[in-house]
């Protein structure tokens, strides 16, 4: 079968990719600037297309706990929200990560704190990479810079949550979820038969009783469990990482920069460049698992990085880690909804060499 | 090639479907685009906008602050965006309901009356294509013929009978834009 | 002289009169003494049994004393978070139509921080069935004031007695999801006497029946007691529950279906 070529917002492409990639169930919550998600699935009619279940849930808090019970039937299960609404959905997906069940959250960022603003904003990064709800946990964090990115992530979320039994975060932003772009849908898969054998889908007398939960009196065997969850995460961290290098061959000064403001800065790099500046953007895709090792590589090589976000600098941080005081770490940022303009990024490099 | 586009106006004047028929037409004739509106709750009854760019190259950031090409369709938006475009670009704008007309030496100025020519018309709805007439005459980068595929797209199947109306306006609005 | 009988004399099969039901794990119950948890679990396991529902239940379990219940019923379980068994059932349900899914809840559970997810699972006519233990305290976390806690009743953050004008009214969440179209079978129950647990268990088979017809939300709400909580021993516990907490929430069914509607078996 063929791919099919559409004109989508990302929110609507995130929606018809969920029915193409086989998803069992949707629960989401309206909230600006993500609703579209909802909408479109709600016309799409998964239902008669491939039996796909769409629930508008009274809250985000019984959306993820609608996600947490069809995820321990083994199913593929989804919810998505804008970040008040992932604020209210952490507890929720605390219990998923500590139950080691797999989904896709779909946070379409803007401004904050508080009700914030409706506009573009990555100021949610730390809520979702360095857990977000209690305990220790990691989400995967992927973070799609285009439409085409935001249908494609659906696949490999779940590819992901299930080969790992974990969470999946995919941490766009306003801009991207509104905008319209051109992309490529894949054809229709199945959806999947198979039941793990961890899922509760009544007792055969031939198996033991399947328990589903977070809950662990005896300190010793939590311990013993939060081993396990860290020996999870550290293969991930081994096996999962993903990012992309524009012009970093010959850069002497790296941005780094994720979702909507790596496009950005590939146009900053094409300004700075015709003034004889060699700059070069890394793009991290997961932003848990984050790119240490290359970013720690680069820092090798190049004079300054300078970490690009709609935040107040957050992820800064990681590139301050993984650079490990090899070279100076600047953070630019752009916040409340505002997005940054190529000029004005390739003023701030120029402004510190 | 790279153009820059903002479309901005009352909510009723079809700015947004006027952008996506853009973003349709050239994305018919295999060129990147991305459309980008103003969302929330300034588009209920408020102004509209959208960022409409086309390029034969990757898209870098969607959202940006100058543009090649003004279409400012409500005083409101004229008064804000005018100085948003590149010296050198094109500004086109509906005279209807305008008392304070663009000032601008350094860029290109073109007036096309689309409410008017719609109201002759008596087809108030036709207004934005129009304008899209009119964007055509002067930066004939989609052509006519996808954009009647486009709006085959767009509409929904019981509305494919207004399709020659809409294709009228296309050809006034190629007509009735002047430059000032 | 008679020989002393040793217990495997005694244990023959024409002497059986009681057997744990094989749905019942031969997990030691955590229970106070005299608590009416126990009693719930057994009878809901014997419909589990009885009606063939062992392969195709799956429970929810709350956040309170029952918290533990997965250890005692052979079937499969999640464990939700505080209140929201409702919403975890109703994914359950719909991904899996074919199953028996049941969430088991307590007062603190369904009727304070679960409110929402009570109401409007309840509303939409999700094809689950709701078990409500109102003990009017919570019991886990050591008997503070719950949403069902009487007036003048006296809780740990109640000391001098609930005084509804500081504190606000006890809540009869089963009075407000009896008015809600999506519910199908309401009733209230206790089981403090034998004829009273036999009356729930009746209840509890008739809603296991009417989620085989997708008839919609059964909701049955167990009046217990809480004799750690209230400080008493079981005898007062249940002697009290008659005499206050009975006439605030009587007893009866409040809202049964029309016989045309309820093909259902007795046994
Ligand atoms: S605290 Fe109360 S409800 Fe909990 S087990 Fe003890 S008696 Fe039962």
Same mark, same amino acid.
């Given at each position: 079968?063929?791919?099919?070529?559409?004109?989508?917002?990302?929110?609507?492409?995130?929606?018809?990719?969920?029915?193409?990639?086989?998803?069992?169930?949707?629960?989401?919550?309206?909230?600006?600037?993500?609703?579209?998600?909802?909408?479109?699935?709600?016309?799409?009619?998964?239902?008669?297309?491939?039996?796909?279940?769409?629930?508008?849930?009274?809250?985000?808090?019984?959306?993820?706990?609608?996600?947490?019970?069809?995820?321990?039937?083994?199913?593929?299960?989804?919810?998505?929200?804008?970040?008040?609404?992932?604020?209210?959905?952490?507890?929720?997906?605390?219990?998923?990560?500590?139950?080691?069940?797999?989904?896709?959250?779909?946070?379409?960022?803007?401004?904050?704190?508080?009700?914030?603003?409706?506009?573009?904003?990555?100021?949610?990064?730390?809520?979702?990479?360095?857990?977000?709800? &209690?305990?220790?946990? &990691?989400?995967?964090?992927?973070?799609?810079?285009?439409?085409?990115?935001?249908?494609?992530?659906?696949?490999?979320?779940?590819?992901?949550?299930?080969?790992?039994?974990?969470?999946?975060?995919?941490?766009?932003?306003?801009?991207?979820?509104?905008?319209?772009?051109?992309?490529?849908?894949?054809?229709?898969?199945?959806?999947?038969?198979?039941?793990?054998?961890?899922?509760?889908?009544?007792?055969?007398?031939?198996?033991?009783?399947?328990?589903?939960?977070?809950?662990?009196?005896?300190?010793?065997?939590?311990?013993?469990?939060?081993?396990?969850?860290?020996?999870?995460?550290?293969?991930?961290?081994?096996?999962?990482?993903?990012?992309?290098?524009?012009?970093?061959?010959?850069?002497?000064?790296?941005?780094?920069?994720?979702?909507?403001?790596?496009?950005?800065?590939?146009?900053?790099?094409?300004?700075?460049?015709?003034?004889?500046?060699?700059?070069?953007?890394?793009?991290?895709?997961?932003?848990?698992?984050?790119?240490?090792?290359?970013?720690?590589?680069?820092?090798?090589?190049?004079?300054?990085?300078?970490?690009?976000?709609?935040?107040?600098?957050?992820?800064?941080?990681?590139?301050?880690?993984?650079?490990?005081?090899?070279?100076?770490?600047?953070?630019?940022?752009?916040?409340?909804?505002?997005?940054?303009?190529?000029?004005?990024?390739?003023?701030?490099?120029?402004?510190?060499? | 090639?790279?153009?820059?586009?903002?479309?901005?106006?009352?909510?009723?004047?079809?700015?947004?479907?006027?952008?996506?028929?853009?973003?349709?037409?050239?994305?018919?004739?295999?060129?990147?685009?991305?459309?980008?509106?103003?969302?929330?709750?300034?588009?209920?009854?408020?102004?509209?906008?959208?960022?409409?760019?086309?390029?034969?190259?990757?898209?870098?950031?969607?959202?940006?602050?100058?543009?090649?090409?003004?279409?400012?369709?409500?005083?409101?938006?004229?008064?804000?965006?005018?100085?948003?475009?590149?010296?050198?670009?094109?500004?086109?704008?509906?005279?209807?309901?305008?008392?304070?007309?663009?000032?601008?030496?350094?860029?290109?100025?073109?007036?096309?009356?689309?409410?008017?020519?719609?109201?002759?018309?008596?087809?108030?709805?036709?207004?934005?294509?129009?304008?899209?007439?009119?964007?055509?005459?002067?930066?004939?980068?989609?052509?006519?013929?996808?954009?009647?595929?486009?709006?085959?797209?767009?509409?929904?199947?019981?509305?494919?009978?207004?399709?020659?109306?809409?294709?009228?306006?296309?050809?006034?609005?190629?007509?009735?834009?002047?430059?000032? | 002289?008679?020989?002393?009988?040793?217990?495997?004399?005694?244990?023959?099969?024409?002497?059986?009169?009681?057997?744990?039901?094989?749905?019942?794990?031969?997990?030691?119950?955590?229970?106070?003494?005299?608590?009416?948890?126990?009693?719930?679990?057994?009878?809901?396991?014997?419909?589990?049994?009885?009606?063939?529902?062992?392969?195709?239940?799956?429970?929810?379990?709350?956040?309170?004393?029952?918290?533990?219940?997965?250890?005692?019923?052979?079937?499969?379980?999640?464990?939700?978070?505080?209140?929201?068994?409702?919403?975890?059932?109703?994914?359950?349900?719909?991904?899996?139509?074919?199953?028996?899914?049941?969430?088991?809840?307590?007062?603190?559970?369904?009727?304070?921080?679960?409110?929402?997810?009570?109401?409007?699972?309840?509303?939409?006519?999700?094809?689950?069935?709701?078990?409500?233990?109102?003990?009017?305290?919570?019991?886990?976390?050591?008997?503070?004031?719950?949403?069902?806690?009487?007036?003048?009743?006296?809780?740990?953050?109640?000391?001098?007695?609930?005084?509804?004008?500081?504190?606000?009214?006890?809540?009869?969440?089963?009075?407000?999801?009896?008015?809600?179209?999506?519910?199908?079978?309401?009733?209230?129950?206790?089981?403090?006497?034998?004829?009273?647990?036999?009356?729930?268990?009746?209840?509890?088979?008739?809603?296991?029946?009417?989620?085989?017809?997708?008839?919609?939300?059964?909701?049955?709400?167990?009046?217990?007691?809480?004799?750690?909580?209230?400080?008493?021993?079981?005898?007062?516990?249940?002697?009290?529950?008659?005499?206050?907490?009975?006439?605030?929430?009587?007893?009866?069914?409040?809202?049964?279906?029309?016989?045309?509607?309820?093909?259902?078996?007795?046994?």
């Amino acid at each position: 079968m063929e791919k099919e070529l559409r004109l989508m917002k990302g929110n609507e492409a995130v929606a018809e990719a969920a029915i193409r990639a086989g998803a069992d169930g949707y629960f989401g919550y309206p909230i600006t600037p993500q609703s579209e998600v909802l909408e479109y699935l709600m016309e799409a009619k998964p239902h008669e297309r491939t039996g796909m279940v769409v629930l508008q849930a009274e809250s985000e808090v019984a959306a993820i706990n609608m996600v947490y019970g069809g995820a321990a039937c083994g199913k593929r299960v989804m919810t998505s929200s804008s970040s008040p609404g992932i604020s209210l959905k952490q507890e929720g997906i605390s219990y998923i990560a500590g139950a080691e069940l797999p989904c896709l959250v779909v946070n379409v960022v803007r401004g904050g704190p508080g009700l914030g603003t409706i506009q573009p904003s990555q100021s949610d990064y730390f809520q979702a990479t360095k857990g977000g709800g &209690h305990g220790d946990y &990691h989400l995967i964090v992927l973070a799609p810079s285009s439409v085409q990115e935001m249908a494609d992530f659906v696949d490999l979320a779940f590819e992901l949550a299930f080969k790992y039994r974990n969470p999946v975060m995919m941490l766009s932003d306003g801009a991207i979820g509104q905008m319209m772009e051109k992309v490529w849908l894949s054809p229709q898969k199945e959806r999947s038969k198979t039941v793990p054998e961890w899922a509760t889908t009544g007792k055969p007398p031939t198996r033991e009783r399947v328990i589903i939960t977070s809950l662990d009196l005896d300190p010793m065997a939590q311990e013993r469990f939060n081993q396990k969850l860290i020996a999870k995460y550290n293969e991930i961290r081994e096996k999962e990482v993903r990012y992309e290098e524009f012009q970093c061959e010959d850069a002497e000064y790296l941005f780094v920069a994720y979702g909507t403001s790596a496009r950005v800065c590939q146009k900053s790099i094409q300004l700075a460049r015709a003034q004889g500046i060699k700059a070069g953007l890394l793009r991290p895709v997961t932003l848990f698992p984050f790119p240490v090792n290359r970013l720690n590589e680069l820092a090798d090589k190049v004079k300054m990085m300078i970490s690009v976000e709609m935040s107040a600098g957050q992820m800064v941080e990681d590139v301050m880690l993984a650079s490990n005081g090899k070279v100076p770490v600047y953070h630019y940022g752009r916040m409340g909804g505002m997005v940054p303009e190529p000029e004005e990024v390739t003023d701030f490099l120029k402004s510190k060499i | 090639m790279t153009e820059e586009i903002l479309i901005a106006g009352f909510g009723g004047q079809g700015v947004l479907s006027m952008g996506k028929i853009m973003a349709y037409s050239a994305m018919m004739q295999d060129m990147e685009v991305s459309w980008m509106p103003s969302y929330g709750p300034e588009m209920r009854g408020g102004t509209a906008n959208v960022i409409v760019i086309i390029s034969d190259e990757r898209i870098s950031s969607p959202i940006i602050r100058h543009f090649d090409t003004g279409i400012l369709l409500n005083q409101q938006s004229l008064d804000k965006f005018e100085d948003s475009i590149k010296p050198g670009g094109v500004l086109v704008y509906d005279g209807n309901g305008i008392n304070r007309h663009p000032v601008r030496k350094d860029i290109s100025i073109f007036r096309i009356d689309a409410a008017e020519e719609a109201g002759r018309m008596k087809s108030p709805k036709v207004n934005n294509m129009i304008v899209l007439g009119g964007f055509m005459k002067i930066k004939p980068i989609i052509t006519l013929e996808n954009v009647i595929k486009g709006l085959k797209k767009s509409l929904p199947e019981r509305y494919h009978n207004l399709i020659p109306v809409n294709e009228t306006a296309l050809q006034r609005g190629m007509e009735i834009i002047r430059e000032v | 002289m008679p020989q002393a009988t040793g217990i495997n004399d005694i244990i023959k099969p024409e002497n059986l009169v009681y057997k744990r039901t094989e749905v019942m794990t031969p997990n030691i119950l955590h229970y106070c003494p005299g608590c009416g948890h126990g009693t719930v679990h057994r009878i809901l396991a014997e419909v589990i049994e009885e009606e063939g529902l062992q392969t195709e239940a799956i429970g929810v379990s709350p956040v309170g004393c029952s918290v533990l219940l997965y250890n005692y019923l052979d079937i499969d379980w999640q464990e939700a978070a505080h209140g929201r068994a409702p919403a975890v059932a109703t994914a359950i349900k719909r991904l899996l139509p074919d199953k028996f899914v049941f969430t088991y809840q307590g007062d603190g559970d369904l009727a304070a921080i679960g409110t929402a997810e009570t109401i409007h699972a309840c509303n939409r006519g999700e094809n689950i069935m709701i078990i409500f233990i109102n003990n009017g305290i919570y019991g886990m976390t050591g008997g503070q004031m719950a949403p069902t806690t009487l007036p003048g009743m006296k809780s740990s953050t109640s000391p001098y007695g609930r005084d509804v004008k500081m504190m606000g009214n006890p809540v009869k969440m089963t009075d407000i999801v009896a008015t809600l179209p999506g519910t199908f079978y309401v009733t209230r129950q206790s089981v403090h006497t034998p004829a009273n647990v036999r009356k729930t268990k009746k209840a509890i088979r008739k809603a296991a029946q009417y989620q085989k017809l997708n008839k919609g939300t059964c909701f049955i709400e167990v009046v217990s007691n809480c004799p750690s909580g209230w400080k008493m021993t079981p005898v007062e516990s249940n002697r009290w529950m008659e005499e206050n907490m009975f006439p605030f929430y009587p007893l009866g069914d409040m809202k049964v279906p029309q016989e045309s509607e309820s093909q259902t078996t007795n046994k």
